[in-house]
């Protein structure tokens, strides 16, 4: 889960600097994931519900990207 957060960051990053607005969704879905990994401890997202509180809204940044196909 550490991987996935880590490479959520970096598309974060390419968002903001690309157009923030635009992204503006994903770029929320990013920050609360990140929100809940620190709630949880980031040393402790192995954990079952941990790591599926933190996957949920990666998730949905990725299904925003499918559901925009033209915004890339």
């Known amino acids: 889960m ?5 490479a959520a960051t970096g598309v974060r990053a ?3 600097s690309s157009d923030s607005a635009r992204y503006e969704e994903p770029i929320r879905f990013v920050n609360l994931a990140e929100e809940r990994a620190d709630h949880y ?11 599926s509180a933190v996957s949920q809204p990666l998730q949905q940044m990725v299904a925003w990207f499918r559901d925009h196909p033209g915004v890339s």
């Open 41 to 51: 401890g980031r040393d402790n997202l192995g954990a079952k519900g941990n790591s």
């Open 2 to 6: 550490t991987a996935k957060l880590k």
């Open 14 to 16: 390419a968002m903001k």
